[in-house]
């Protein structure tokens, strides 16, 4: 979907068309992304694309190295699945960061095909010794939808992506792309117990 080239491990995996909980999603009421693009893989050639099965994961990590889940984001309230929208955002960018597998599944949907792209490509970073050099999005604005499954909130969400570049263990970059504002769709599922990513859908506006 992205309307420039990212070379390097691809944030873009965080940007996915198509990231849905069970069953089919519910129409979305605003105008969705019209493609996707497949996002690039962390290896030496910067050619090389995401290689992997995306439903493919790591091993779980460990529950104590997610940062603490914010009070605000344990509710299930529309207010709660907006807070746990921007932890898992932070959660997913100190992850590009500081590369550990295993721990995005456990605070997303089992069927959200963005979270395990986002997943295969911290993977393949620290399989790489590799780190993004800055946050690759922050986000901008939240407002509530209607619409949706059972038990999901919707939002459309404005999104602020830095320049940023992959950094090797020897210090040389690669280069992931310009700054742009994202916009789009994100979607978080209460399971009964705690809130999940269940979709999200943004593009450069």
């Not at 420039?4 to 605003?30: K, N, Q, Y």
């Not at 529950?63 to 309230?77: M, S, V």
């Not at 986000?139 to 950094?167: C, K, L």
Request: proline share 11%.
């Amino acid at each position: 979907m992205w309307l420039r080239r990212w070379v390097g491990a691809a944030v873009v995996a965080l940007v996915l068309v198509g990231c849905s909980g069970s069953g089919d999603p519910e129409p979305i009421p605003t105008t969705p992304p019209t493609s996707v693009s497949t996002p690039a893989s962390p290896s030496p050639t910067p050619d090389d694309t995401l290689t992997g099965d995306p439903t493919e994961t790591s091993e779980p990590g460990e529950a104590g190295d997610l940062p603490p889940l914010p009070d605000a984001a344990k509710e299930n309230t529309p207010e709660g699945a907006e807070a746990f929208i921007r932890y898992y955002f932070d959660v997913a960018n100190g992850l590009y960061m500081d590369p550990k597998p295993g721990l995005i599944p456990g605070i997303s949907d089992q069927d959200c095909v963005a979270c395990q792209r986002t997943e295969t490509t911290i993977r393949d970073l620290s399989l790489s010794n590799s780190h993004a050099r800055t946050e690759p999005f922050v986000i901008t604005s939240m407002e509530r939808i209607g619409g949706g499954a059972p038990g999901v909130q919707r939002f459309n969400m404005v999104a602020h992506a830095p320049a940023n570049a992959t950094v090797s263990q020897d210090g040389s970059e690669s280069n992931l792309g310009d700054e742009a504002t994202l916009q789009g769709i994100g979607a978080a599922i209460w399971d009964g117990n705690q809130w999940k990513l269940y979709d999200l859908a943004l593009e450069p506006r």
